[in-house]
């Protein structure tokens, strides 16, 4: 018998039944639409991960490249290892989507010691172009003339203050020592805890969640030796062995780089963290995923049990069928057919409802679903082979009844 009209009848058999065909389909619904949800939202949330420790949209991979000096007495401070024409020819590698010299304070905050009359701390210092003043406590905010003419003015937190001088009053026009520069305290502002969290933007922290606050130029005029060149972060186009590309820089530094007789230039490869980060999403991703799926086992348990009901109800149909010349392997395939196109409409049903559960719930998130061809080809694949798995017996069943004991 032909597969069409085979099909044909399997979606008639099903709409003759619609209600019991909807109740059986409920659980492979379900089933789907909770491993849809918990998949797309895993790689979602991957994906995000994934881009906030690159900060590249396109998924290039970051490679930071570093300079160790031969002698341990070389003045750092006094070098630039990474040229304008190391930069220039790095970038014309193939593989490099492009290179940029890495600040170490470019999220607006670097670390000194904090002395005043007091108290003497290690501390956390934002530096801005400008401060709000309605989050000033005492005295005056920081405007942009004082960071256009280099002024030795700060903010420090309350706590600090009250520490320092007996209260934020006190300390106004104070001395405070950061590292080695002095600067006049002019306001305090309310201190912010900063608590341990995965970033999802590439926002700066808050000025405010540091101990003190000082002009962003005043910080590069009287902090020299902080802002020399000694990381280099080379952005390997995605399509490319980041190991690779990264070897060829590497091996061009050291014959050419500008510093290398001097040292040598070494490389981390940011590469391998994600990836490890990615196998653990992955893992915890499927996980959760199987134990979802568990339902599917007995959603498979429904459509067997609802298969041999309808073998059941169906002798005489099969029967008839036999005496007009169908054979046993046309009504096996007839049964099969229908079990694994109820399974089919329902996991199609439940990959939607799956795709929309987890659009919603994204809304709440701070990142997007991610659907790829996996997710798709698993909530089809996996309700074919259920539908194939638990309707096998039940269509054998009806391709082993004897014509003549089903007529007499």
Known sequence: MNTGVLLTEAL???RKNARRSILTMLGIIIGIAAVITIISLGKGFQRQAVQSLTNNKTGAVPIQFYFTPTSPTLDMSKLSPFSEGDFSAIE????VEKAEFKKPNDDGQFYQNIEGRNA???GVISRVEEFDQSQVVEGRSLTNTDNEAY???????????EKMYGSSSNSLNHAVAIGDVQFTIVGTFRHKDQSISISFSDKKPDANTGDAIIPDRSYFRYYPQDNNRLNLTVYVKKSYDSKTVADDVQTYLNAQGSCRQLGKYEYFDMSEVMNEIGKTLDMATYFV????GIS????????????????SER?????IRRALGATASDIQKQFLIEGIVLTFIGGVIGYILGVLCAYLISLALPFNI???????SLAIGVSVLIGIAFSVFPAKSAAAKNVIDILR
């Open 151 to 161: 002024r030795r003015v700060a903010l420090i937190s309350t706590e600090l203050a």
């Open 296 to 311: 599917l086992l007995i959603a498979g348990v429904g459509v067997m049990n609802m298969m041999y009901i309808s073998v």
């Open 370 to 376: 991610y659907l790829d061809f996996f997710s798709i």
């Open 12 to 14: 008639s058999s099903l």
């Open 120 to 122: 003497n701390k290690e």
């Open 92 to 95: 014309k590698i193939k593989g």
């Open 315 to 319: 002798t005489k149909e099969i029967g």
């Open 289 to 292: 995923s199987a134990v979802a």
